[in-house]
């Protein structure tokens, strides 16, 4: 089980059965460890937001890191894959855990885009490491972001777990073919994706909700709403987190000063993005750059 160490958290939150997540926030000086057996109908999606993470399988005689910033897939129907998990310090992973039978109901009229549901493959192994995509980067910090007391907060988290395997699972072939489970029309999700494109292109000047509504070809109520089913959030909401996200990798590139990057992402002045800065980070845009060169 995992350890008990201060300035650490850990919680699991299930959903129905054969679905749950497990939520690690490291932030002390030690490695933490956690155990926990898994079956073999259970797919594993394990998400480093931050840090860096440790699982060994074979009784320890095989390892494999989980970097910042990337994630793992593991399937295997032929063997249990227990969870033998070191958390390093100052670590962040989610860990979604679905049944096979669960995951094929979320996504069985997609399973000629998901590799390992194709005919051929159902019955093999799967094993995937990769680079977590910045979409998916703002809902997993969403989630971590929840309010503990909200009364809502499970079905919000769930809600969120549905964006992320959606995004997660997005093939990404055609511009045209952005996955939704929740929206059957899909000449409103290609009218909301523009919608997502346009406020991303404008984010220095974005347009009213209104505007936008009428640019894409839709009323403002079908806007919100689907706007919020496809990317979990409003669109304004939405803009907020990419601008920070964006502004955040100015200032890593260390090309930009706190003004110019400010511009960049539509404020005129530097007070109202160092407080905006901080709304999302926790820290200003100074104290954020003096630290990565810490």
Same mark, same amino acid.
Do not use: W
């Given at each position: 089980?995992?350890?008990?160490?201060?300035?650490?958290?850990?919680?699991?939150?299930?959903?129905?059965?054969?679905?749950?997540?497990?939520?690690?926030?490291?932030?002390?000086?030690?490695?933490?460890?956690?155990?926990?057996?898994?079956?073999?109908?259970?797919?594993?999606?394990?998400?480093?937001?931050?840090?860096?993470?440790?699982?060994?399988?074979?009784?320890?005689?095989?390892?494999? !890191?989980?970097?910042?910033?990337?994630?793992?897939?593991?399937?295997?129907?032929?063997?249990?894959?227990?969870?033998?998990?070191?958390?390093?310090?100052?670590?962040?992973?989610?860990?979604?855990?679905?049944?096979?039978?669960?995951?094929?109901?979320?996504?069985?009229?997609?399973?000629?885009?998901?590799?390992?549901?194709?005919?051929?493959?159902?019955?093999?192994?799967?094993?995937?490491?990769?680079?977590?995509?910045?979409?998916?980067?703002?809902?997993?910090?969403?989630?971590?972001?929840?309010?503990?007391?909200?009364?809502?907060?499970?079905?919000?988290?769930?809600?969120?777990?549905?964006?992320?395997?959606?995004?997660?699972?997005? !093939?990404?072939?055609?511009?045209?073919?952005?996955?939704?489970?929740?929206?059957?029309?899909?000449?409103?999700?290609?009218?909301?994706?523009?919608?997502?494109?346009?406020?991303?292109?404008?984010?220095?000047?974005?347009?009213?909700?209104?505007?936008?509504?009428?640019?894409?070809?839709?009323?403002?109520?079908?806007?919100?709403?689907?706007?919020?089913?496809?990317?979990?959030?409003?669109?304004?909401?939405?803009?907020?987190?990419?601008?920070?996200?964006?502004?955040?990798?100015?200032?890593?590139?260390?090309?930009?000063?706190?003004?110019?990057?400010?511009?960049?992402?539509?404020?005129?002045?530097?007070?109202?993005?160092?407080?905006?800065?901080?709304?999302?980070?926790?820290?200003?845009?100074?104290?954020?750059?003096?630290?990565?060169?810490?």
């Amino acid at each position: 089980m995992l350890k008990n160490v201060a300035g650490s958290s850990f919680s699991e939150i299930i959903f129905e059965k054969g679905f749950f997540i497990l939520k690690f926030q490291n932030e002390s000086n030690e490695t933490e460890v956690f155990k926990r057996d898994i079956d073999s109908s259970f797919i594993q999606l394990h998400y480093c937001v931050k840090g860096n993470c440790k699982f060994h399988f074979n009784n320890n005689n095989y390892t494999f !890191n989980v970097l910042d910033k990337h994630s793992i897939f593991l399937y295997n129907p032929q063997q249990k894959l227990p969870i033998n998990l070191e958390i390093l310090p100052k670590t962040s992973l989610i860990s979604v855990l679905i049944s096979i039978e669960k995951f094929h109901s979320l996504f069985s009229q997609e399973a000629s885009y998901i590799p390992f549901l194709s005919e051929d493959n159902k019955n093999k192994k799967y094993y995937d490491n990769t680079e977590i995509k910045e979409n998916l980067l703002i809902v997993l910090r969403q989630i971590f972001a929840a309010k503990n007391h909200s009364s809502i907060k499970n079905l919000y988290i769930k809600g969120k777990i549905y964006e992320l395997l959606s995004l997660h699972f997005d !093939n990404g072939e055609s511009t045209n073919n952005e996955y939704c489970p929740f929206l059957v029309d899909d000449r409103e999700v290609l009218k909301i994706r523009k919608a997502k494109d346009i406020i991303i292109s404008k984010m220095s000047e974005p347009p009213s909700l209104q505007e936008l509504a009428n640019e894409v070809g839709l009323n403002l109520k079908k806007l919100k709403e689907g706007f919020k089913q496809i990317y979990g959030d409003t669109v304004y909401s939405f803009l907020f987190d990419y601008k920070m996200e964006f502004a955040r990798k100015l200032l890593e590139n260390n090309k930009h000063n706190v003004n110019e990057v400010g511009m960049q992402v539509g404020y005129s002045t530097s007070s109202h993005f160092i407080a905006a800065f901080k709304k999302k980070f926790g820290t200003t845009p100074k104290q954020y750059v003096m630290r990565l060169s810490q």
